[in-house]
């Protein structure tokens, strides 16, 4: 079982650029959150989805966006990057009593 | 308002110095009360989750206790690779898809 896996690893972008990031669930989860952690913070909870739809939503500005597929995949987008928007992006897969991590995908806005 | 507070930020322990990590928490209703452990630049491991006052489970060195108003992850002996941030988050039963971390608590064991 891979767990949880993210991509990319790490990202680069400039302010206004827009960003896909890309998060595959752990073997039989269907539920897929998303978090964004910035430096000595614990994770902010962005969003959550389900049966491929937002399920519930953090206190984050549309310019944050994502789906989830059929295959219970899920995508985050985040438009018109602010440098604010540096920090690590976690993914993350669940059942009822147990909530599994990926490895983060490390963003940098310049 | 939903809120987790983990206290100390930081604690240097040296090697079999046993002591223990705090998060106090506000909740409407407690779902869950998870704790992680976060190694720099790695998505937060899986620990211990809790549900109901009294209840106590443990891994290795680590025990996780919970009361109504907080919870404690006991470390009893640490060794160096304990070293790590643990994070400590709650699940309230009005907003179940969301769950809230604290800020953490940062363990360094000297050897």
């Known amino acids: 079982d891979a767990g949880v896996t993210q991509s990319p690893t790490h990202l680069i972008k400039t302010r206004g650029q827009q960003v896909t990031l890309r998060c595959s669930p752990k073997s039989g989860h269907d539920t897929v959150s998303w978090y964004q952690q910035a430096l000595g913070q614990g994770p902010q909870f962005i969003f959550q989805y389900y049966e491929e739809e937002e399920r519930q939503r953090g206190n984050f500005p549309d310019r944050f966006s994502g789906h989830q597929f059929p295959n219970y995949s899920s995508e985050l987008n985040v438009n018109a990057l602010l440098l604010g928007d540096s920090a690590l992006y976690l993914c993350?897969?669940?059942?009822?009593?147990?909530?599994?991590f990926g490895p983060g995908t490390r963003l940098t806005v310049l | 308002e939903d809120q987790v507070t983990q206290s100390p930020e930081a604690l240097r322990l040296q090697e079999g110095e046993s002591s223990s990590l705090n998060c106090s928490y506000t909740v409407s209703g407690l779902r869950g009360l998870f704790w992680y452990r976060q190694d720099p630049g790695k998505g937060p491991e899986f620990l211990f989750t809790l549900y109901s006052a009294g209840e106590e489970k443990e891994k290795e060195r680590l025990k996780a206790t919970l009361t109504k108003k907080e919870s404690f992850l006991h470390i009893t002996a640490p060794k160096p690779e304990d070293s790590a941030t643990y994070l400590c988050a709650v699940q309230p039963y009005s907003s179940a898809s969301k769950i809230i971390f604290g800020s953490g608590t940062r363990l360094s064991i000297r050897p």
């Open positions: 993350a897969s669940s059942t009822l009593s147990e909530q599994f």
